[in-house]
Structures are given as structure tokens and as C-alpha cells.
């Protein structure tokens, strides 16, 4: 029987995962006639129950081989896989005879599948006795594993996703889940309606998740501390505290005396709003916190948690229907990650790198020749090491850490002076990738086969539809390559993934005597036929009990069985506002974009959403500084400098400014936001504090600005620039301090057409020029300059590659073809002005009537926040008048 058959109605879909975010949501996968991919929602998946987002609607746009890796290259010279595994294992093997085995690391990614991390881990823990193995979770999750140990006494996440849909009250701290997590909004919205679910944001910046809620406390940065010891306090001053929960708990009193002496200062909230919020929480015992990277990258994200936790534990609102704390991952094997002991400081199974007992365990389970026995570098002291030499050979795998890391620039300068550093990607020129010795093609999603967990403890299988290309191998095949050659052979002896399933499982067992929480016992022995067959199941997995939520029995993990609550004091970010850098930067998401966009950038569809770097501002603000919209700024801080759109908006408070994350070299070099970003972290956790780095902004003052379509890629070499894909070819945006002597020709240059036909135009008065290139009458390419920032129909300009398109020059639409503005839908291409019109003249007055008149909103529903809020402005525009 064909895999599909077991589990299919319809024969021709595949059973996976979305790589995305860690809702971690069913898909229905199929190849289709042109070779391509069709993608629908998993209906039985009980993560999404059929929806999909954006991101995750748009798969079938990214799966190409655009840009991919397709085979071994050794100083940018394709290579033989032997050729390039005998190297990669010879490099280690060396290091590690001559400086020991502290001397190398490897850098991985909550994005790998749980098999490829077991490896991982195998090796380095066990083979090589490092622990020198951290991942981009460390930027991710971190505070909130840090959390959950201090409280719980191990790393679980009580709730599940069907919490959000039986609580009365939802609270959103430091997480914009309408944009990150779009699917589990989407659930939430429908509650809502259903049975009038409240919502509270707490979140320095006005965020598409305020959109359907009923308060947004909008706290300075960082106070997040201040505020939940407030709402401590006011737990036991309004009788909240449940008693006899506490005799399962540690630590209330300290806890509560300091949370008392806690002034809401920090926050700068009106204490009315403080109130209300307190007030909502106290009244509504079904009330979840979720929480996310608002919370956890900080110098005091642990803290932040424990604060959070702390509230839960003294009213015993934890692990029942409706109601716990929430920390939502990121990546969508965040989970997997922790599981398997992908951190520095963690072992395999929840198990303690520590703790004698659980090595011993783990090392006999392994038949490993040795074990660390000390906690590894985490992310941002690895690199450290690595830039001082003390690390001399790096493996980097699923990550793009010359991008995302803080203080970015000297972590590639670390990454480039590095004796030896390995890439394993599917993207051939990645800003990490283009510094390594070595980089090795891995298969992607949708080639690749294994588990992950989501979110709420749910494991999911990833699937495979299509070969890989080329040559790329999966991610544990190339690991096991190489252990094979440093003399590992029998341990790293893998034929399929579910072998390494089962061992993992098989150690799951053999933990049980440690009484961890995790426990996949049921699962031991698993067949191909059973793990092929594998449903979505939520741990525990045993004879004894099977998912469900945790700890409302009062039964915590630390020695003793109870929980702890934790004094915990509020800090302010590590990085003080100074006249020399008097701006905080706030950074995050956007919601068409994953990360550093090497697959969502793939999209046009996605693209076309926010198609380029940017930062927001506050009018006043803008205006002390002389800045106005659409202005380029500079922003400096002590680590670097950036330069990106402005946008003037109230949604940030003052002195916040705030930019998104995604650009890099290879889509906007000058708006890589990570290079301004200070590398402190959380003492604890060692989370760096990427949300709360300081800056000073001014306006760019470019000679020229430039707008460009074509239909082939562009290569720009100007200041600045920023790049997105469309459907007919590329957009980008241009600026630069020196005008060149003769456009026409740069433009031959940019777009490299050294011979095509082309029309210019050009007012040396007003030092504007446009010029368009042709090919037997369809446009190839078009340029716009003008020494302010370009007034032209961008989204209209942004279709005409290919097309005839005579009257491009005008830069506008023809007048009987109106102008959709920038799209919202981007499931059915719907523009601002195509909506807002639509609510004008046919008086449309929801979300749902304008997805009747338009469908816009119908499909993934990620937009229709955006569009409620649109909705919103005019109405409260036309009550104004
Ligand atoms: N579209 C999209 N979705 C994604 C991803 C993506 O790249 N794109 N990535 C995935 C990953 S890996 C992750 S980790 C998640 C992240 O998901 P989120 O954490 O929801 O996303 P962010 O935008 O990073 O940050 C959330 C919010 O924290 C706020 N914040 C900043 N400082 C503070 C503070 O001091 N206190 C509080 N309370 N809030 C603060 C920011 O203003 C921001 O709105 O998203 C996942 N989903
Ligand atoms: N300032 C600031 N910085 C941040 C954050 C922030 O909020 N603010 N957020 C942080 C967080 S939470 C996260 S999670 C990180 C994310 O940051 P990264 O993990 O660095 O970003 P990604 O773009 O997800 O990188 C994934 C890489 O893996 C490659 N890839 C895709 N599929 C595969 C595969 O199957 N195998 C292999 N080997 N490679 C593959 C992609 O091409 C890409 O190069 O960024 C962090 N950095
Ligand atoms: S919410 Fe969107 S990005 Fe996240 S798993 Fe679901 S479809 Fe993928
Ligand atoms: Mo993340």
C-alpha cells in the first residue's frame, strides 16, 4: 500500500507539515501538472483543522530551484561529495587532535527536523565530548526554557492549543500572534465571536494583533517585569490567591513581598489602563498568557517569564481547560529542539548535562566513547570564541547567523577569519554561506522526511513529495557522512530516519527511570510502517498517559514535586538611552516574511505585502529630526549603521523606533537590522536582548532616488537599494550620494542590457530621468529617478515587465484603469485603494462584506486584521468630519 493510502481519502495528497512557524500546521501536498506543488490546509490536523496562512497558502511558490544549492562547493567551486566530506571531517578530526575538542562548534536551527538535531547532538555530546553545539533557538526560546526549569523543574509548556478557544480572557505579552502565529489568531477570532472571548495586548507598539482587542497596554521596553509583579500584588490584595494550590508551591512569600514593593514606574502605563488589565486578568479565571519574543529577547526575558509563570502558580490557573501560561515557539521545531537537547546546556530526553546519572544513561544509550560534562557555549559567547580564535572550526546548519545574530557585522568578520567553517543550506548564496569554506546542499522541505513539535507538544511528521535535487542530501545524512569518516561508522549507521526516531524513543524509555516528564515510551520499537503512518499525537506518549495538559495536579518537576515561584525585580534593558543614541530599536516580524526570506522571498505573492525595509516612527519625533514619510533615515548605533524607509506612524511610542528583521545582503545590504544590534543577553538564559538596543536616527540625504522594474534580476551598486520579487520579474527601490554623469547608461548597467532598445526622458532641470528598455515591443526594464524620493504608481509600474506597456514613462496607470495601491490580500491580490474604494461607494461596514464584494480576507485570513483596521480609520475619519 502507497504511503497515502493509509491515511487519505484522496489518493494523490501527502500527508506533511508546514515549515513555518511553530503552530506547526497540516498540509495536503501534490505535485501538480507543471511540476509544481498544490497546498491545502490538513483538515484532521489539529494544530489548523484546514487553515493555512499566508505563508504557508504560498508553499508551492517557494518549492522551485531558484537559488538552490544543488551541489558540494569548496572555495566556490563545485566539489564531489567526497571530496567535500572527506575535507569537513578532516578539518574536525585535526582541530580537535591539536586544540581539543572545546576547539570546534557547531551553530544549528530550531528548523531542523528532530532527526537531524538527535544527530547533531550525538555527535558533538557524545563523539567529539563538546558541548559546543547552540542554536538560533538560543535567540528564540531560551528565556522561556530558562523560565519553565526555574518554575516547573523542567522544560513543558502546560497547555494546549485548545486552551485559547476555552478561555474567557487572552493575553498577548510581547507577541504580535496575529502576524507570527496567524493560524492559532484565526482560531482565537473565531472564540471571539463565538463566545466574546477579551483580548489584552501588552506590547510597547501598536501591532496588527491590537486590532481585535479589547486593551493594549502599550509598556515602555523592557517593564515587563514591573507590571506582572504588579498584577502579583493586586492577586493578593483582591483575594485572588488560591490557597490550597499553594501547598504545592515554593517561594510565594519572597515572591509576593517583592512583588509588593515593585513600583509600576518602569512601564510609564496610565494607571487606570494597569487597572483594568488587573482587574480583567483577576475576574476571568479562564485567562491564558501567551507569550513570545517580547518577553524572551531580553537581558531580563527569564525574569519576564517567571513573572508571568509566578501570577499562574499563586492562582493555580495552570494546566487546566481555558486557562495557563503560553509560551508560543517560534520555529517550528523549536520544540523537537529542546526535546532532543539541541542547547548547549542540555542533554537528549529533557536530561541534564550536570547530572551524572542522566550522562551515564545517555552515553551507554549512545555506546558513545565519551560524554561532555560541562554546559557548552551559548550562541553569542560561541561566536565570541570563534572571533577570538578560540574556536577553529564551525559547522553552521538551517541558519543564517551573519544575519540574525546581534551585532552582526562582527559575527561575520568572526565567521570570514574562522580557520574552518562549514555551511549546510539549500540556499546557494546566503549572506553566511558566502563566508564559509564549505558549503553543502541539504534537501528541503517538501524533499525531506522526519518529525517535528509544535507548540503545544504535538509531533507531526514532515514528508517527502518530490526527489531532491541535484545533488542535496538530508541534513542527518550529510552529519552520519561525516561521523562515518572521523571513525564513527557503527553509531552513526542510519538507513532512514525512523531509525533515529527509534533510538530517540528507545532512550525515552530508558529515561523513565528519571521520572521526566517527557516520555515517549508508547512509541518504543515504532515500525517503518508505524512511523511512516505516524499521526499527529501530543506527548507524554506511554502506557500510562497519552498528551493532555500538565501540572493542574500540583505535580512540578523539581526535586520534592512542587513548583517555585521566583523574587523577581524589574531591570531595564541593558543598553541605556543616551543624548548620543536617544532612540530605543524595537525589531520583530512582518507577516508575509519568514526570517531572512530565502523562501518566502521566493514569492511575489508574499513580496508584494511589504515590499521593502523600513522603520516606523513617531510624528513627533520625526519631525524634531526633520524627517518626513518615505524620507530614507539613517540609523547609527555603537555597533553599525542602517539605512531604511521611513514610515511616520503612532503606533510606536516616542522615542521607539522600530524595524523588521528580514532584509539582507542580498535583498536590501544596507537594512540588515542585526547589525545594530547590541549583544547583550539575559544572565541566565543567555538570550541576547534583540528587541532593546539603542540608536541615533537622521535623515539620508541622498542626491538621487530611484525606482526599477525588469523582468531579469538587477544588480545594483548604489548606496542604497532594496529588492522584491514580483510576478512579472523584480521591483526595487535605489538611492545614492553621487548622481552618475548619464543615466542611460547606468541603467544599461544595472540591469545589464547593454544593447536593448531604450526610451528616455529626461528634465536635466528638474534632474529627473526615466528610461525604459524594450525588446520587440515588450518592456525588459524600466528605471525612475529624481533627486527627491520617486512619485510614481508603484504597484502598477510593478506588473508592466513583459507586458507592451507603451506609456510607461509616465510612471502612471492609464486614467481609465485605477491604481489597486499596495496589496493586503495577498491570497487574491487586493490593493489598499482597491478596498478602500469598495468601502466608500458601496458603504461596506465589516470585514466579512468587503470579503463578499472583493473575496479579499476569504482565503488564509491573515490580512483581516489589516482590513479592520482600514475599516476602522474610515469610519472614525467619517465620524470625524
Ligand atoms: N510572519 C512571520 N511569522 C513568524 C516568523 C517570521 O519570521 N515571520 N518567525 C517565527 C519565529 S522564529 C518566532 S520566534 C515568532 C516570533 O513571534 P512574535 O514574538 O510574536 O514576533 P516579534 O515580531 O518578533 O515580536 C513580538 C512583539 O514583541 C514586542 N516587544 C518588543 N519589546 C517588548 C517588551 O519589552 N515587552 C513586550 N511585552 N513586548 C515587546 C514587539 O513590539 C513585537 O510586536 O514568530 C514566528 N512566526
Ligand atoms: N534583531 C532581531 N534579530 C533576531 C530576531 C529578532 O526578533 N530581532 N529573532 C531571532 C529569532 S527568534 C530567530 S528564530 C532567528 C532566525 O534566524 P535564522 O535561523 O538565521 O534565519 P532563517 O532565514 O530562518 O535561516 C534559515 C536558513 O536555513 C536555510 N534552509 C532552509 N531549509 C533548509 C534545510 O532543510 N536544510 C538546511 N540545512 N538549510 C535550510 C535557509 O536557506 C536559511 O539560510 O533570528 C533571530 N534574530
Ligand atoms: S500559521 Fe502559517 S506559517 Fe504557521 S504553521 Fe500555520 S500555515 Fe505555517
Ligand atoms: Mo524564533
Redesign the pocket.
Known amino acids: 500500500m502507497s504511503r497515502e493510502d493509509q491515511f487519505s481519502d484522496d489518493q494523490t495528497w501527502t500527508r506533511s507539515t508546514c515549515?513555518y512557524c511553530g503552530v506547526g500546521c497540516g498540509v495536503l501536498l501534490r505535485r501538480d501538472a507543471e511540476g509544481g506543488v498544490e497546498v491545502k490546509g490538513d483538515p484532521s490536523h489539529p494544530a489548523n483543522l484546514g487553515r493555512l496562512c499566508s505563508k504557508g497558502s504560498a508553499l508551492g511558490e517557494t518549492v522551485g530551484l531558484e537559488g538552490r544549492l544543488l551541489a558540494p562547493r569548496i572555495h566556490g567551486i563545485n566539489a564531489s561529495w567526497d571530496n567535500a566530506l572527506d575535507l569537513v571531517a578532516e578539518k574536525f578530526s585535526t582541530t580537535i587532535a591539536e586544540h581539543g575538542p572545546d576547539s570546534v562548534a557547531f551553530y544549528v536551527?530550531?528548523?531542523?527536523?528532530t532527526e537531524?538535531y538527535y544527530v547533531a547532538n550525538k555527535l558533538m555530546k557524545g563523539f567529539i565530548g563538546s558541548a559546543n553545539i547552540d542554536t538560533?533557538?538560543r535567540?528564540?526560546?531560551a528565556s522561556s526554557v530558562a523560565g519553565h526549569k526555574r518554575a516547573f523543574g523542567t522544560d513543558t509548556v502546560p497547555g494546549t492549543y485548545e486552551d485559547l478557544e476555552q478561555a474567557d480572557l487572552v493575553v498577548l505579552v510581547g507577541s504580535n500572534l496575529a502576524w507570527c502565529h496567524p493560524v492559532l489568531y484565526q482560531r482565537l477570532m473565531v472564540a471571539r465571536a463565538e463566545r466574546g472571548t477579551k483580548i489584552v495586548v501588552i506590547d510597547p507598539r501598536r501591532t496588527a494583533s491590537c486590532d481585535g482587542a479589547d486593551l493594549h497596554l502599550p509598556l515602555r521596553s523592557g517593564s515587563d517585569v514591573a507590571l506582572f509583579n504588579h498584577l502579583l500584588a493586586q492577586i493578593d490584595a483582591q483575594g485572588a490567591v488560591e490557597a490550597d494550590f499553594l501547598n504545592n508551591v515554593d517561594g510565594f512569600d519572597a515572591a509576593l513581598s517583592t512583588a509588593k514593593d515593585a513600583s509600576l514606574d518602569p512601564t510609564g502605563l496610565d494607571a487606570d489602563l494597569v487597572q483594568a488589565f488587573c482587574d480583567m486578568w483577576i475576574g476571568n479565571p479562564k485567562v491564558v498568557t501567551i507569550y513570545s519574543?517580547g518577553v524572551?529577547?531580553s537581558s531580563s526575558g527569564a525574569d519576564k517569564v517567571n513573572a508571568i509563570l509566578n501570577c499562574h502558580l499563586a492562582t493555580g490557573r495552570i494546566g487546566l481547560p481555558g486557562c495557563g501560561p503560553f509560551s508560543v515557539t517560534?520555529?517550528p521545531n523549536?520544540m523537537g529542539g529542546r526535546e532532543v537537547g539541541g542547547l548547549a546546556n542540555m542533554l537528549a530526553n529533557h536530561l541534564d548535562i550536570e547530572n551524572e546519572a542522566h550522562r551515564d544513561l545517555v552515553q551507554s544509550h549512545w555506546n558513545a566513547p565519551t560524554i561532555a560534562t560541562t554546559q557548552g557555549l551559548k550562541a553569542v559567547d560561541m561566536f565570541e570564541a570563534i572571533h577570538a580564535g578560540k574556536i577553529k572550526a564551525l559547522w553552521v546548519?538551517?541558519?543564517?547567523?551573519a544575519?540574525?545574530?546581534?551585532d552582526a557585522g562582527r559575527v561575520a568578520e568572526a565567521i570570514q577569519n574562522c580557520d574552518f567553517t562549514v555551511?549546510?543550506?539549500?540556499?546557494a548564496t546566503?549572506d553566511?554561506?558566502r563566508l564559509a569554506d564549505v558549503i553543502?546542499p541539504?534537501?528541503?522541505?517538501g524533499?525531506?522526511s522526519g518529525t517535528v513539535t509544535n507548540s503545544d507538544r504535538t509531533i507531526s511528521r514532515q514528508r517527502s513529495l518530490m526527489p531532491a535535487p541535484g545533488q542535496a542530501r538530508a541534513?542527518w545524512k550529510?552529519l552520519c557522512d561525516v561521523a562515518k569518516r572521523m571513525g564513527w561508522a557503527e553509531a552513526f549507521d542510519y538507513e532512514t530516519e525512523a531509525d533515529i526516531f527509534r533510538e530517540y524513543t528507545a532512550l525515552s524509555t530508558a529515561a523513565r527511570v528519571f521520572g521526566k516528564d517527557l516520555d515517549l515510551s508508547g512509541w518504543d520499537g515504532m515500525s517503518n510502517a508505524d512511523y511512516d503512518a505516524l499521526r499527529p499525537t501530543r506527548w507524554p506518549i506511554s502506557d500510562t498517559r497519552q498528551g493532555g495538559r500538565f501540572f493542574a495536579d500540583g505535580q512540578f518537576f523539581h526535586a520534592g514535586g512542587k513548583a517555585k515561584m521566583l523574587a523577581v525585580t524589574h531591570r531595564a534593558p541593558a543598553t541605556k538611552r543616551a543624548p548620543k543614541y536617544p532612540f530605543r530599536l524595537n525589531?520583530?516580524?512582518i507577516r508575509d516574511q519568514?526570517?531572512?526570506?530565502?523562501?518566502t522571498g521566493l514569492s511575489p505573492r508574499l513580496s508584494s505585502h511589504l515590499a521593502e525595509p523600513f522603520v516606523d516612527i513617531h510624528p513627533q519625533d520625526a519631525e524634531g529630526l526633520g524627517i518626513t514619510a518615505a524620507d530614507l533615515v539613517q540609523l547609527t548605533s555603537p555597533q553599525g549603521q542602517s539605512i531604511l524607509r521611513a514610515r511616520i506612524t503612532t503606533d510606536v511610542r516616542r522615542g521607539d523606533v522600530f524595524a523588521p528583521?528580514?532584509w539582507t545582503g542580498e535583498t536590501a545590504p544596507s537594512a540588515r537590522?542585526?547589525q545594530?544590534?547590541a549583544p547583550f543577553v539575559d544572565p541566565v538564559s543567555g538570550q541576547?536582548e534583540?528587541?532593546a538596543?539603542v540608536v541615533a536616527l537622521a535623515p539620508y540625504k541622498a542626491a538621487w532616488y530611484g525606482f526599477a522594474i525588469c523582468a531579469e534580476d538587477l544588480d545594483p551598486a548604489c548606496e542604497y537599494w532594496a529588492r522584491a520579487r514580483t510576478q512579472q520579474g523584480w521591483r526595487a527601490e535605489l538611492a545614492g550620494l553621487n548622481a552618475p554623469a548619464d543615466w542611460e547608461v547606468e541603467a544599461r548597467k544595472i540591469f545589464n542590457l547593454p544593447e536593448a532598445t531604450a526610451q528616455v526622458m529626461r528634465d536635466p532641470a528638474k534632474g529627473t530621468a526615466r528610461i525604459a528598455f524594450h525588446d520587440e515591443g515588450r518592456l525588459l526594464a524600466a528605471l525612475f529617478v529624481a533627486p527627491e524620493p520617486v512619485a510614481v504608481m508603484r504597484d502598477y509600474l510593478a506588473r508592466l515587465p513583459g507586458s507592451e506597456a507603451a506609456g510607461v514613462l509616465t510612471g502612471r496607470a492609464p486614467l481609465d484603469l485605477p491604481d489597486p495601491g499596495p496589496v493586503l490580500c495577498s491570497c487574491f491580490s487586493v490593493g489598499i485603494n482597491t478596498i478602500l474604494d469598495a468601502i466608500e461607494t458601496r458603504g461596506l461596514m465589516t470585514v466579512d462584506a468587503i470579503g463578499e464584494a472583493l473575496d479579499a480576507g476569504t482565503n488564509c485570513g491573515s490580512c483581516r486584521p489589516e482590513i479592520a483596521d482600514l475599516l476602522a480609520r474610515v469610519h472614525m475619519a467619517e465620524a470625524a468630519e
Request: proline content about 6%; overall charge negative; glycine content about 4%.
Open positions: 515549515p536551527s530550531g528548523q531542523l527536523l537531524d538560533n533557538s535567540l528564540c526560546m519574543q524572551n529577547q517560534g520555529q523549536a546548519i538551517h541558519t543564517n547567523p544575519v540574525t545574530l546581534p555551511v549546510s543550506d539549500i540556499t546566503t553566511t554561506a553543502l541539504a534537501s528541503a522541505w524533499e525531506k541534513d550529510i525589531t520583530g516580524r519568514w526570517h531572512t526570506m530565502t523562501r528583521i528580514h537590522i542585526d545594530l544590534v541576547p534583540s528587541k538596543s
